[in-house]
T-cell receptor, first 108, second 114 residues
Framework: RKEVEQDPGPFNVPEGATVAFNCTYS??????FFWYRQDCRKEPKLLMS???SGNEDGRFTAQLNRASQYISLLIRDSKLSDSATYLC?????????FGKGTKLSVKP | DAGVIQSPRHEVTEMGQEVTLRCKPI?????LFWYRQTMMRGLELLIY????????DSGMPEDRFSAKMPNASFSTLKIQPSEPRDSAVYFC????????????FGSGTQLSVL
């Protein structure tokens, strides 16, 4: 099993839609989790941190399921500007291994 | 703060040449990471330092790759000799604490080896 697995997508959704991505991880010792957003030809930037069962920030909700070892990212009321690749990264023993990312494309 | 600064932004070189990528982390951050990103393999961790000491270099692909962090404000990633398959975007990132804090990325170096 790979350390971090994500559905590569692309997810093509209309504006206003709700979309969710999952990320599974293999290191059960991971304590904290992060979602990053990467725009085309740009560096990744932190979107959300998850330290307990979940976190909510406006239209974005991240949830953690430790028993099944996955984290999810829910985006409500999608905007055109949400189009990007979303990367998840569980934090383990200091190294930070990223998933390959899920590409989201929001259409008018 | 200016953020993580990487140079050069773009590097085009010929196979066999030495390439040196540079990174200045955010002041006060004590962890520094080097990543390589390609379409096929995604974002791969090459090596990371904590308090200027290399902690995990298991991601360094070959002996042709080496990284140093002589002080808290500077790191280099060197490829010697370079090969076409090394072509990728190389990102440097820093964080305040080892592993459990968010990463701040530089803008990356686009490397093309012809």
């Amino acid at each position: 099993r790979k350390e971090v697995e994500q559905d590569p997508g692309p997810f093509n959704v209309p504006e206003g839609a709700t979309v969710a991505f999952n990320c599974t991880y293999s290191n059960s010792a991971s304590q904290s989790f992060f979602w990053y957003r990467q725009d085309c030809r740009k560096e990744p930037k932190l979107l959300m941190s998850v330290y307990s069962s979940g976190n909510e920030d406006g239209r974005f909700t991240a949830q953690l399921n430790r028993a099944s070892q996955y984290i999810s990212l829910l985006i409500r009321d999608s905007k055109l500007s949400d189009s990007a690749t979303y990367l998840c990264v569980p934090s383990g023993q200091g190294n930070l291994i990223f998933g390959k990312g899920t590409k989201l494309s929001v259409k008018p | 703060d200016a953020g993580v600064i990487q140079s050069p932004r773009h590097e085009v070189t010929e196979m066999g040449q030495e390439v040196t990528l540079r990174c200045k982390p955010i002041s006060g951050h004590n962890s520094l990471f080097w990543y390589r990103q390609t379409m096929m393999r995604g974002l791969e961790l090459l090596i990371y330092f904590n308090n200027n000491v290399p902690i995990d270099d298991s991601g360094m692909p070959e002996d042709r790759f080496s990284a140093k962090m002589p002080n808290a404000s500077f790191s280099t990633l060197k490829i010697q000799p370079s090969e076409p398959r090394d072509s990728a975007v190389y990102f440097c990132a820093s964080s305040y604490r080892k592993g459990n804090e968010k990463l701040f990325f530089g803008s990356g170096t686009q490397l093309s080896v012809l």
